[in-house]
Nanobody, 128 residues
Framework: EVQLVESGGGLVQAGGSLRLTCAASGFTFDDHAIGWFRQAPGKEREAVSCINSGLGTTHYADSVKGRFTITNDNAKNTVYLHLNSLEPEDTAVYYC?????????????????????WGQGTLVTVSS
């Protein structure tokens, strides 16, 4: 079964850190680009970051640049999103998604049409 499973969410105070994990099964990340998205209550889904390990590219939304870092461990078929200097505005459900033709770039990372599989999401709550 092809699936993604996120974990690592939780409640943290403003200024704190979390590490989100996106683990794949049924396929490998070698030929997929991975995106992280988030959706806050009452708001539209927002693209946060992406990584294409095959091309060695990453991209970040302006709202998280300098605070979040995306990394991968292909041996574990896992992608991480390191959240630092968290702000209450970062409160959301975070989702990872994968696609062979998903384009991790400044103009492609928001486009979800090529994302083939999504995780169930993990909730991040940042208190002020």
């Amino acid at each position: 079964e092809v699936q993604l499973v996120e974990s690592g969410g939780g409640l943290v105070q403003a200024g704190g850190s979390l590490r989100l994990t996106c683990a794949a099964s049924g396929f490998t990340f070698d030929d997929h680009a991975i995106g992280w998205f988030r959706q806050a209550p009452g708001k539209e889904r927002e693209a946060v970051s992406c990584i294409n390990s095959g091309l060695g590219t990453t991209h970040y939304a302006d709202s998280v640049k300098g605070r979040f870092t995306i990394t991968n461990d292909n041996a574990k078929n896992t992608v991480y999103l390191h959240l630092n200097s968290l702000e209450p505005e970062d409160t959301a459900v975070y989702y990872c998604a994968a696609g062979r033709y998903y384009y991790c770039s400044d103009y492609g990372y928001r486009d979800t049409v090529y994302l083939e599989v999504w995780g169930q999401g993990t909730l991040v709550t940042v208190s002020s």
